[in-house]
């Protein structure tokens, strides 16, 4: 039977009962100070295919080194070398997993996540996006997130506890997307370094909640400042519990909002979750017409009509009207709640959790708080339905409680 061809510096060595391939630098080589055979895992295993692949990666990170000790250009590939950390991150992106995983939300986050871990360097000066993953070892692992923890982002900052961890749980799930469609390019064994990182207890922030006095606040004082945009988006994600990103997004509707099927409701659609509630907006009784958000909707008539969404911000020809993005919506909430005297912290998501709080306040059963909330919860799974009935229930509930609190 003829022997396979070897790739450029690999040779074949008996372990055992059988024979198992190696990638070894030449001496030469090493001694004009190339460190690859230090950096990386130079047992390419026993299996023929998985180590044409990874002798191939080794052989393209060894010809860059030696392009750039004869001072040619290294010409830099659209991806990174395969096998690589650079590689296993952009694979994972590109997955089904990250298309329905990762919202664009926190897409940039995860990416900013995901690049302070890659362009950390190590003793040896190489970055960690260009090692091979079987060179990440659960020791190495658990240096690189105290590395993450203990570097503060600026002065005056001591640690980083919060990015450590998203580091850990990002790479921790990258591994095990990609090891899925690629498990010949990972260690044997323990193919998951991030697997059982010990992180440092920390004591989690309390989500800063608006109370309804600030926000109509905020809202009424947007209005005055000529900012319809920002009071509407403020009421949404309060009164309706709207994702501040999906208000910005452009996912409230004027089409949702006392629309041709629903004239007596306010469509709204969670798009994390999946789920689309019908609030309520008005009750007809024999006592009467009652508004259920009476001061909300006197916000929304301020709106002008600029596009499909509710929340659109208003620019001058020849652009037009667009979608707010969430940084430049950011700085305009900061620069009117100082101009209102409103605390620091609040923003269009601690609007939504001020709203979230007014639910626990109005003591709302737990069916009850979902039907509004769109949270899901295990211990209702099996049994709870999101009902007109019950968001209409929930509703009386909550105008009952800010009712009896003005009162």
């Known amino acids: 039977m003829m022997a396979r061809p070897l790739p450029r510096f690999v040779t074949q060595k008996p372990v055992g009962d059988g024979l198992r391939f190696y990638w070894t630098l030449p001496s030469y080589y090493r001694k004009l100070g190339c460190t690859l ?60 997993d990250w298309r329905e995983r990762v919202s664009p939300r926190t897409a940039p986050d995860h990416e900013r996540t995901i ?19 079987t060179t990440i070892t659960p020791d190495g692992a658990d240096k690189l997130y105290a590395r993450i923890r203990d570097t503060p982002v600026r002065a005056g900052k001591s640690a980083r506890p919060r990015t450590a961890e998203k580091a850990v749980a990002i790479a921790r799930h990258a591994w095990k997307v990609v090891h899925r469609l690629h498990p010949g390019l990972f260690r044997d064994g323990v193919w998951n370094p991030w697997e059982g990182v010990a992180m440092t207890r920390r004591r989690k922030a309390t989500k800063p909640a608006a109370t309804r006095e600030e926000v109509y606040t905020f809202a009424w004082g947007a209005l005055a400042a000529g900012h319809p945009d ?63 958000y009476e001061e909300a909707e006197a916000v929304l008539a301020k709106a ?33 709640r100082e101009r209102l005297g409103l ?23 737990d069916g009850q708080g979902r039907a509004l909330s769109a949270h899901k919860s295990k211990a209702y799974d099996g049994y709870a339905k999101r009902t007109e009935k019950r968001a209409l229930a929930a509703t009386r509930k909550r105008y009952a409680h800010r009712i009896g609190s003005i009162g």
């Open 115 to 133: 690049h302070l871990l890659c362009d950390i360097r190590g003793k040896s000066g190489t970055r960690i996006g260009d090692r091979l993953i």
């Open 304 to 336: 002008p009509r600029l596009g499909l969404g509710i929340v659109m911000r208003d620019r001058p020809a020849p652009s037009g009207p667009r979608k707010w993005d969430n940084m430049s919506m950011a700085r305009l909430v900061r620069s009117l």
């Open 37 to 96: 055979h230090r950096e990386h895992d130079t047992a390419l295993g026993a299996d023929y295919d998985v180590m044409i692949g990874r002798a191939k990666v080794l052989n393209g990170l060894f010809d860059e080194w030696d392009q750039a000790r004869r001072g040619a250009p290294v010409i830099a590939g659209p991806k990174a070398a395969t096998g690589t950390v650079d590689w296993l991150f952009e694979t994972y992106k590109a997955s089904n």
């Open 343 to 365: 605390p620091a912290t609040f923003t269009l998501d601690a609007c939504r959790h001020g709203g979230m709080t007014e639910l626990e306040e109005a003591e709302l059963t």
């Open 230 to 292: 920002a009071a509407a988006a403020a009421v949404i994600c309060f009164e309706w519990l709207q994702r501040p990103e999906n208000v910005l997004a452009g996912y409230v509707t004027w089409n949702d909002y006392r629309g041709p099927r629903a004239p007596m409701q306010i469509r709204i659609e969670h798009h994390k979750t999946g789920e689309m509630v019908l609030h309520p907006l008005e009750e007809t009784t024999a006592d009467g017409r009652t508004l259920f």
